[in-house]
């Protein structure tokens, strides 16, 4: 509770700020954020602008602690930069959609955890136009270890929006799977990760070798997953492929 509280405030102030001039002016917001962030999670980020997308990096050592408060206090370090990023992208006049922050563990990328942020969801759940259980079914969260986290620190582009519902789709399907032993099992073992949409079709990569019969029984939870994700988001697709590190289908399936 108190969490959602302080979001909120986060954002009542980001709106009173927007409407005084942009607090944050596109020409300096790197450097600007960087300082927020750095104020308000005791943290030197490492802030970039690519396009629409507002990168922010931190190095958080205690991620790869064996003590379990350790590793929630670098959460709660990175959750602060994320509020941080999100007020300053709320009263900027730079054009930011998405605002992507990821916490390592160390220079050599062992652990990697990421949060992707939607400023219209947020601006959305601001004006009471979703509930708090519908904007928490919109996050994006994803954690790697060894040797894929560094792929989040070098694959850098302004997203768009079917980027963002392809990270979605894949993110709650995870949440969604860890209910059922088997498939959570399926999921952690085949490493997915988004690729790209093309000709109406979202496209996912299984990282370890893999055959069709892992993707048969992650047909339904992807299939529903993405029909949902493609209602909200107005986004057309016609369909989830998975393929394996040989570039063979291990799943394909339509959307209604």
Same mark, same amino acid.
Do not use: W
């Given at each position: 509770?108190?969490? @959602?509280?302080? #979001?909120?405030? @986060?954002? %009542? %102030? ?9 607090? @944050? ?33 931190? $190095? ?14 670098? $959460? ?6 994320? #509020?941080? /990023? ?40 601001? %004006?009471?136009? $979703? ?6 079914s919109r996050s994006v969260f ?35 799977? /860890? ?6 099992a399926i999921i952690n073992t ?13 496209y996912y990569v299984a990282r ?5 019969? %892992? ?6 939870? @992807? ?34």
């Amino acid at each position: 509770m108190k969490r @959602f509280k302080l #979001f909120i405030i @986060f954002v %009542f %102030f980001g709106v009173l700020l927007a409407g005084c001039g942009p607090s @944050f002016p596109k020409e300096t917001l790197d450097v600007d954020v960087a300082r927020l962030v750095y104020r308000e999670s005791g943290r030197k980020p490492v802030v970039s602008v690519i396009g629409n997308t507002m990168y922010i990096d931190l $190095m958080l050592g205690e991620l790869a602690s064996q003590e379990p408060e350790v590793v929630n206090d670098a $959460m709660r370090v990175m959750q602060r930069a994320v #509020f941080a /990023s999100m007020r300053a992208a709320l009263s900027s006049d730079a054009n930011i959609e998405f605002i992507i922050v990821t916490a390592y563990d160390s220079p050599e990328y062992n652990i990697a955890i990421q949060s992707v942020q939607n400023m219209g969801d947020i601006k959305g759940f601001m %004006f009471r136009q $979703m509930s708090r259980g519908d904007f928490q079914s919109r996050s994006v969260f994803i954690i790697e270890g060894a040797p894929h986290a560094a792929v989040l620190k070098y694959n850098r582009h302004g997203i768009t929006e079917a980027d963002y519902v392809g990270k979605l789709i894949l993110s709650q399907a995870t949440i969604a799977g /860890s209910a059922n032993p088997l498939i959570a099992a399926i999921i952690n073992t085949l490493n997915l990760r988004y690729l790209g949409k093309e000709n109406g079709i979202l496209y996912y990569v299984a990282r370890s070798d893999a055959s069709e019969t %892992f993707g048969v029984l992650l047909g339904d939870i @992807f299939q529903t997953q993405g029909a949902i994700q493609a209602e909200r988001y107005r986004l057309e697709i016609d369909g989830i492929r998975i393929i394996n590190i040989n570039g063979e289908i291990i799943l394909d399936v339509s959307l209604p």
